[in-house]
Each structure stands twice: as structure tokens, then as C-alpha cells.
């Protein structure tokens, strides 16, 4: 069936789109009441994740409730690494996801396996053809994965960091251990996101989180490489590689066959532009700036889109909206972006 | 007396040094040794902080035993908040530190009250007395703080945050109460750098750790003013601000009257001095290159002596160093910065 909406598609492929398309990161639930009435039926966060009814049902409600141009299928990048062979742990209102076994040395790597999709992602593809036929055309399904660098953070440092230190002491201290670890995440991801692909994706995110904790030098030993790779060998639907906090980077970033570069709120969108000159930009809005009033949303969104200026330009936030967010200031944002018509275009 | 090793302060007032000075933040124990045996003797951190005769021994520990150009005194910033009226908590190898008590709302300032450096914050002016004295002019001895937007956080979430968006949330949803919190800390911050140059701090530092969380309009609105005053109203002494993660500002920065200007990692330094032609840049190792090999330590810090070039520049890590850093590894930093005379000066 063909796309009733497919703004985010045009301007992914660089067409002169009559408005930018706009969506969120972890706009798939977190702040929508309609979100914290399933999750409050499960036992937990992996419960969602792995059983594809719900998954798909929570995907569908932002495209539903608050009016996004795409949906991006709810899930998390820690499933590639679990399905390499290193189970996450969520436990609901204790904290941040944990590794019980991480990767410390080569004996360490023994844990681990090469990823077959269908046998242990089964359930996120199985999820992606539900949401696919559910949406029923309606807006494109977008689907992601963690980069490398940022998954090897997580099998490495066991849960969430500051500094990634120790991250980087494995690429400092054993380099070969860590350009090995850094393969198999490779490899495992593209698989994953080709295998999205077939089961529907029509759009892809890469996001590499923890990227800003890297110097210029383990950027383009470690990263570059293979983010490279992975534009170069997923095939079929565009893709947008987000490097938060590398913004420093983005000349580098410009040069990776992707279709979309994400831009947090650090940079100057001026900045952005003229390192990556021939990529469609995605952002940036400062994610707080919607716990503001509703006026001062939509003058903030009004700058940012004036800052991107027109075309080439895909409308978000510069990070994921945070769970306490007002839904209201999230649909203003997005309300703000749909009036902003270009004036020879249609709405 | 008169300065053995006046490295640091020629450098700070603009004059062309023999070769760079070198220190490191948290050089004062963590990864010597000799501070671990003063540590183990004691019930934890706090006590180490608000014993002047300890924080002495301490803070010149890796003037004996690295070799660096200053001292900075051993201690910490959430002194200051403490000092305030809020307590903070360290339980030894248990996390970071927490204040079990926070500031979300209006009534919550009732906790806080104006900060006389000699009541509230004696044992530190006790220990900077006191290592001004048993320091012997050998090496100058810094004094430092941290910035009011980096105090702020920790007041508002009480503890460690990745992207503190409950302090963000702050500043957009209650902004006069935010303004207040500020500048009582601003104000704070300003007596205590000022006592510290009384008791004997000949170079002060600024940390705004967490200023790299901030959109370019949150960093002009909240941190730039409070910056300027502190800047303004610290006499005595040079003062360097380091707003980590706040590369994209360092234009705003460098309209700053402080002496030097602290540079992350991830900046390049062509694009800071840019920037900031006219003060002196500090910085800026990426700490995790003292987990490689001597001959990658050297080489590294070569390259960076070499993108500073001559003069008006600091030599230092660009961020604290890491505590499982092998001491040896930090001597051969410091001893291939002390390496680079320049070809006319003395080493």
C-alpha cells in the first residue's frame, strides 16, 4: 500500500518537502497516559519490549495521540548486545539497565556469538510486521539500533556512566580486544537493521549516545570505521546516524553515506550546516525547553525552524523528551512545526 | 617569600614562559599511593576535606611526588552548597555524593542562608593557610570552586545526573526561583574565592562541570552573568574558568575578564583559540591516553604541546585524572611537557 503520509521519506531523500516532517526519540510511549496504563499491567520494561502486540500497540500511540509523521518501533538498543550473548536486567523504578556479565578481557569474549536475527531478535521483527500492517500506510515505521561504540560502552562498563572510562581504558590499553568486540557489535548491527528492513522498517536510526566522550583521535580509529561500514552495508531505507555530543566530529560525520545527521542542542544549527553541507540535519531542540509554557515552546521551535532554514531539515528534539514532559507541550512543538508551511506548499 | 616556580602565574599573566606549566585536576592524592594510606586510615572523604592538617599533606603529595608546577588544594565543591545549609553525604565505596536534602521549590530556600566563608567554610581557609605555609613558595597554590549553574545541579537533583533535566526543568519552568538560587550561590562563590586568596590561593580555578548540559539561550540567560561577576568581583589572584562541554560557547566565554580559559577533549584547540585569542587556554589530554604505553603518552602529549603552540597555554589533562591511572604514566606527561623547552628559554 502506499504511504498517506510520507514526508519524512521525501525529505530523507532530499526533496524539497512543503513542510519538515517531525518526530521524537522514545516518543513511543514515556510520557502518554495511554503508555503508563499498558506498562502498568506488565511485569516490566522487557516484558513490552519482547512481546510484539504490545510493542506494536505502543508504538501507534504517538502516531495516534499526538500527531507525529512517523513511528518509531519501541524497543531498545540494548536487545543487540543481550542477543549477542550478555543479558540486560531492568528492574522497574530501581534503576538504569545493568549487565551481570560484562566484557573485561579476551576470556570474556568466549560469552559471546554471532547474531541470527530471526533467531534472536525474532521478536523485534516479529513486532516490526505487526506495526508495519497496523499502521496501515499511515506514516512511515522507523526502525534503530545502538552504534557500536556506544553498545560496547554498555558490555563493557555493565550500566550507565559518566565518563565512560572504563570504555575507553580497553581502547587505550587493549586495543585488539576492543577493535574485536567492536566487529562483532558491527556485524551483529547490520544484520539487525537489514533484517528490520525486511520486516518493514522504511526508515532507520543509528544512534551513537555516548559518542561526545571520545577525543578526535579514538573517534576516527574506533568509530569512523565502522559507522562507515554500517552506512555502507545496510541497504533499502534510509538512514540517520545521530553522534550525540560529537558535534565537534560532524565534518567526519559528513563524509558516511547516510541519508540523515542528527544534531543535538549543544551545536549552533550554523555549525552543523556548514560541516555537513549535503546531509539532511535532524533536530534539535533542547528536549527542556518543554517544560517551558506553551508560548515559549512555540517560539523556541519558530527559531529552531528558522535556524535550520528551509528544506533539508528533519523537525525533533536534540535527545529523547523526558518521561515527566506535559503531552500538551509535545503536541504544541509538533503543532508549531505542521504550521509551518512553506508558503508555496501545501500543509 | 618569593617563588621558587613562578611557571604558572608568568603564564596566567600573558608572559612568554620558558615551556608550559603543568598541572592536573584531582592531582591532590587519588592516584598515589601515598594518599591511599592516608585515606585508609580514615572514616572517608569528609574527614579528609575538613581536616586542615591532612588536606595539607595531601595537597603537596604530588608536588614531592609527580613534579607538577602548582598545587591545587585538596577538597571538594559541594563544600560550598553544604555550607549553604545543605549537607551532602559520600559513602565510601558505596557512590557519589548525595544531598539527602534538595531545593524544588520556594519553601525549600528557607534551608539556605548567606555563607561567611570564616564561620561556614574555616577548615578549608585553615588548610589553604596552612599548605601556603608548608608549600615554602616551592609551587603556587590554586584555590577553586565550583560555578554557579554546576552547584545548582547538585542542589536541585541531589546527587549525579547524566543530563540533569530536572535542574533544566528548573530553569524553564520556574526561572525566578531558579535566578534566586543562582545568585544566591553566585554570591556564595564569590566570598569563598575571595577568602581563599586571603588565606593564601594565588591562582584560582572555576568548575562549571555540567555546562555542556545547557542550549546556547539556558548558557547566555542563567550561566554567562553569573560568570562575568564572579569574573569581576574575585580580586587578587588569576582566575581560570573551565566549563566542560561548553566548547560551542567559548566565544561567550572569552568575553570573560578571568585570566584562563579551560578546554575539554573534544574541542579541537585550532577551534578554541579561535575563539578565545586572548586568553590562556588550559588543557586539554583526553586523561583515558594515560591508560596507554609510556611512548603513547608521549607521543600524545606532544601533539598536543604542538596544536597549543607557543605560549598562553596551561599544559593539562582536559578533565580530572582517572583514579586507576598508573602514577608513572602521569610522570611521563608531566615530564614530556617539562621536556618541551623552548629553544631560547630555560627548561
Redesign the interface.
Known amino acids: 500500500m502506499s504511504l498517506q503520509n510520507d514526508l519524512l521519506l521525501r525529505a530523507l531523500a532530499g526533496e524539497q518537502t512543503e513542510r519538515p516532517p517531525v518526530w521524537l526519540m522514545r516518543q513511543a510511549g514515556r510520557i502518554l497516559p495511554e503508555y503508563r496504563a499498558i506498562r502498568s499491567r506488565l511485569s516490566g520494561f522487557k516484558e513490552l519490549v519482547k512481546t510484539p502486540e504490545l510493542a506494536c500497540e505502543v508504538t501507534i500511540q504517538p502516531v495516534d495521540l499526538l500527531g507525529v509523521d512517523a513511528a518509531i518501533l519501541f524497543s531498545d538498543i540494548l536487545v543487540v548486545p543481550e542477543a549477542m550473548g550478555l543479558p540486560y536486567e531492568l528492574i522497574e523504578k530501581v534503576g538504569p539497565p545493568r549487565f551481570p556479565e560484562t566484557i573485561g578481557s579476551a576470556s570474556d569474549m568466549k560469552r559471546l556469538h554471532a547474531v541470527d536475527p530471526e533467531e534472536h531478535l525474532g521478536y523485534v521483527l516479529e513486532a516490526m510486521k505487526m506495526t508495519r500492517s497496523a499502521l496501515d500506510g499511515r506514516v512511515p515505521l522507523i526502525g534503530f539500533a545502538g552504534a557500536p561504540w556506544t553498545i560496547f560502552c554498555y558490555m563493557v562498563e555493565g550500566g550507565?556512566s559518566?565518563?565512560w572510562?572504563r570504555a575507553?581504558?580497553m581502547?587505550?590499553?587493549e586495543p585488539a580486544l576492543a577493535e574485536d568486540l567492536l566487529d562483532r557489535i558491527t556485524e551483529a548491527t547490520i544484520a539487525y537493521l537489514n533484517a528490520q528492513v525486511e520486516a518493514g522498517a522504511q526508515a532507520l536510526q543509528l544512534f551513537d549516545s555516548w559518542a561526545?566522550a571520545l577525543?578526535?583521535?579514538?573517534f576516527e580509529r574506533y568509530t569512523m570505521p565502522r559507522l562507515k561500514r554500517i552506512c555502507d552495508e545496510v541497504k533499502g531505507a534510509p538512514l540517520i546516524v545521530f553522534a550525540k555530543?560529537?558535534?565537534?566530529q560532524m565534518d567526519r560525520l559528513a563524509t558516511l553515506s547516510c541519508q540523515g545527521l542528527g544534531v543535538d542542542?549543544?551545536?549552533?544549527v550554523s555549525?552543523a550546516r556548514m560541516r555537513a553541507p549535503h546531509h539532511v540535519l535532524q533536530g534539535n531542540l533542547?528536549?527542556?525547553?518543554l517544560?517551558?509554557t506553551e508560548a515559549?515552546v512555540r517560539a523556541?521551535t519558530q527559531r529552531m525552524l528558522s535556524d535550520f532554514g528551509r528544506g533539508m531539515h528533519v523537525a525533533n528534539l536534540?535527545?529523547g523528551v523526558?518521561p515527566?514532559i506535559n503531552p500538551d507541550r509535545v503536541r504544541a512543538f509538533i503543532d508549531e512545526v505542521k504550521q509551518n508551511a512553506h508558503s508555496e506548499g501545501v500543509n
Open positions: 550507565g559518566k565518563e572510562s575507553r581504558r581502547l587505550r590499553s561526545g577525543d578526535a583521535d579514538l555530543g560529537a558535534g565537534w542542542w549543544h551545536m549552533p555549525e533542547d528536549p527542556s525547553v517544560y517551558g515559549e523556541a536534540g535527545h523526558y515527566d
